[in-house]
């Protein structure tokens, strides 16, 4: 090998170590791969001068390569165990036997061997690649790590100087190495660029080997060797390829899904916006694997799946004041899609954010805010399951506005709508989680308190009863007070046995009032008694 040959793969060898030592920033296992192209080109290029500089220093640089390598290939991830990338063992044991088989093996050759351990260790890696789960840029650089092993042991196996095939077969797999480990790392697919020079390089090479010397020619084996490696090679070309369209239909079926299931309506009217915000997550998951979760944003949060620890966010742009957002555990990888999906995305979620508020509507009280009769019935199914499968008792209050009818009489409607919503101002404040703040009715509420016995309830009770008497309203003047009636204190059936303890309830607070008013009385069937007095 020339002086020139010896400089190109130099050159060769450090742009490749260097556009390795750039993909290494992002991830620092193709720190050792980056050295170790470096060394292995310098060490191609030592071997070619002449006189060499040391004499050791080829086979020293070689180990040095061999030993990145390894390094990075064995913290490189993700792997699988080789069933598909196991096509260039039987190419690799027969140069390993070509270079054993001469009656002296010296340290030169054992250096040589060496050479095959990266393209060996690398199968794994590639076997991720060619099942869809990493970069198919892989069969670029496990092809370069190949073809880097043919061109360091085909003068050792062959016994003789290969002034043609060694340095085109170790720049070309200096060049694949680079260029795959570039692609590698931006995520990008094999090029019909990169697959259309590394079919040129291994026709090429081929040609060369059979040009090279007469040692080849009385070699057929080595011919055939490179050849069934030029078969494997474009064996995994074809899986890479044929993996991308795979994964490609599969992707497009998904899509199809998820965007079918977005503009459907149907469920829109069904589900709460929990649930669509739930259906959304998963439509979405296969797609975005490394999708967290989701959060909308309005005077309360509601979120579905996980908001954290996550590095990226996706702003969904809802309605003001609503806020839309989805998290992810790192950046999508396909952003544009997931751009052009949002519109569509963002038209479900304000649909079955608007759908939320009819619903709240329906159910609300809206002078008061506090939950109407149908929003009680609604709510108490459920706290009747509760209690059953809780085993926690459920307390039922009528709670009633004494002379009521005056202050609106004496003081107008809007002091007495100022009254009323001053008394659900204080239900709501006193309530706890599971409890039940209800206005059935003009100046009649309903207080459903969860996990309390008649005893508790009227404590409670009372407690209102005496926070109310201090409220000071500016619209009216005078002392306000209320009466109440409760009963229940016990696990109900049924809503049956809700709907008696609100008869009993309404029988005691009728006994209340006639007592006298402003004061709180529970219903002990057959008998009614007053509480706190």
């Known amino acids: 090998m020339t002086e020139l040959p010896a400089l190109a793969l130099a050159l060769l060898g450090v ?22 192209t470096l060394a292995w080109g310098l060490s191609a290029a030592s071997r070619g001068l002449e006189p060499s500089p040391l004499p050791g220093l080829p086979d020293g640089l070689l180990g040095l390569g061999v030993l990145g390598w390894l390094w990075s290939l064995y913290i490189l991830e993700p792997k699988a165990l080789p069933q598909r990338a196991l096509g260039p063992l039987p190419a690799l044991l027969v140069m390993a036997y070509a270079a054993v088989s001469w009656p002296h093996i010296s340290l030169h050759t054992l250096v040589s061997l060496a050479a095959l351990l990266p393209p060996l260790l690398a199968l794994p890696a590639l076997e991720a690649a060619l099942r869809g789960t990493a ?22 196996g062959l016994g003789t100087p290969l002034t043609l095939f060694t340095p085109f077969t170790l720049g070309l797999g200096f060049i694949l190495v680079g260029w795959g480990g570039w692609l590698e790392g931006r995520s990008q697919h094999l090029p019909k660029e990169l697959l259309g020079f590394m079919n040129l390089g291994l026709v090429l090479a081929l040609v060369l080997l059979a040009l090279d010397s007469p040692e080849v020619k009385a070699a057929p084996w080595a011919l055939a060797t490179f050849a069934y490696l030029m078969v494997v090679a474009l064996a995994w070309m074809g899986l890479a390829v ?16 998820l965007l079918q299931g977005l503009s459907s309506n149907t469920s829109t009217q069904i589900l709460s916006l929990q649930g669509v915000m739930q259906s959304v997550l998963e439509g979405l998951k296969p797609l975005f694997p490394n999708l967290l979760g989701l959060e909308i944003r309005t005077d309360i949060v509601q979120r579905v799946g996980h908001s954290g620890p996550y590095v990226y966010n996706f702003e969904l742009f809802l309605d003001n004041p609503a806020e839309g957002r989805l998290y992810f555990s790192s950046p999508p990888q396909d952003e544009r899609g997931l751009g052009a999906l949002a519109p569509i995305l963002t038209e479900r979620l304000r649909l079955s954010l608007t759908l939320s508020e009819w619903r709240s509507k329906a159910y609300t ?11 009680y019935e609604r709510s108490m199914n459920r706290l009747i399951r509760l209690s059953q499968e809780t085993q926690k008792p459920i307390t039922l209050a009528l709670l009633d506005l004494d002379h009521f009818k005056r202050v609106n009489d004496s003081f107008g409607h809007a002091a007495g709508d100022e009254v009323l919503k001053s008394l659900a101002k204080l239900l709501r404040t006193i309530s706890r989680a599971d409890d039940l703040a209800v206005r059935l009715g003009g100046e009649e509420f309903c207080l459903v308190l969860f996990g309390a016995g008649l ?65 709180i009385y529970s219903a002990t069937p057959p008998t009614l008694r007053p509480f706190g007095r």
């Open 455 to 519: 005893e508790d309830a009227g404590r409670m009770l009372e407690r209102v009863r005496l926070e109310f008497k201090k409220l000071q309203i500016p619209q009216v003047e005078g002392a306000l007070s209320l009466s109440g009636g409760m009963a229940g204190g016990e696990i109900p059936t049924s809503m049956a046995t809700v709907n008696r303890w609100l008869e009993q309830a309404d029988s005691a607070l009728y006994d209340a009032k006639q007592a006298g008013r402003d004061r």
């Open 135 to 156: 970069s198919e840029a892989r069969v670029s650089w496990s092809l370069g790590l190949l073809l880097m092993a043919a061109g360091t042991l085909a003068p050792v």
């Open 15 to 36: 742009v490749s170590g260097v556009v390795l030592w750039v993909r290494s920033r992002g991830e620092p296992a193709w720190r050792g791969a980056a050295l170790g």
């Open 365 to 375: 009280d809206p002078l008061t805010g506090l939950l109407n009769r149908r929003g």
């Open 242 to 257: 044929y993996t991308r369209i795979q994964r490609a239909e599969c992707g497009l079926e998904r899509w199809i899904g």
